[in-house]
């Protein structure tokens, strides 16, 4: 009996050992394991220039990237911790249409303006919320939005009625 107590009681040790052992080889790879290298946001790219307008009257200039493909206005402005404060998105649509954005993956809030064929700003969706799924809707016709930092319309009196113009830097 006593035997067979110690042979348990061993056997036991040996087990509790094994099992600490593979605890720590299992702490220290976490240690010294590597993070997968994550992939660097995209960063500010400009491609053209944009002014906004009120009459004859210039407000403001910015620095533009162009969506102007699926594959670029699917994406925006997703996954960028910060925007160029004289800086924005230009996309650009075949047609007029209702349209709706929102703020899936995209880390800053933003000023979105929406406008006609006309390049005429109908709504402005100010200071939207980050990384929300709540659509966004241009609540008239457009052919063309703007996002730009949130803030920038009421920093630079940017409101419905005022247009834009805009030009591409020669590639």
């Known amino acids: 009996m006593k035997k067979a107590f110690l ?13 600490g052992a593979c605890q720590t080889e299992t702490t220290s ?5 590597r993070p997968n290298p994550v992939a660097a946001p995209p960063s ?11 009459g004859q009257d210039t407000l403001q200039k910015i620095q533009i990237e162009i969506a102007d493909n699926e ?24 047609e007029e249409a209702e349209r709706q954005f929102w703020m899936r993956n995209t880390l800053i809030s933003l000023d979105i303006l929406y406008l006609n064929a006309a390049k005429e700003i109908v709504h402005i969706a100010a200071y939207t919320q980050p990384e929300s ?10 052919q063309y939005v703007v996002e730009v930092n949130a803030g920038f319309c009421e920093s630079h009196q940017i409101k419905p009625g005022d247009k834009i113009a805009f030009t591409r830097l020669s590639n």
């Open 44 to 54: 500010f790219s400009s491609e053209g220039e944009l002014y906004f307008l009120r």
């Open 133 to 142: 799924d709540a659509p966004i809707p241009s609540q008239k016709p457009a």
């Open 29 to 33: 790879q976490k240690k010294n394991s």
């Open 71 to 94: 594959n670029e206005k699917s994406q925006g402005l997703m996954n960028r911790p910060q925007l160029p404060a004289q800086g924005g998105m230009l996309f650009v649509f075949e």
């Open 7 to 19: 042979f348990s009681l061993c056997a036991g040790l040996w087990i509790l050992l094994f099992l």
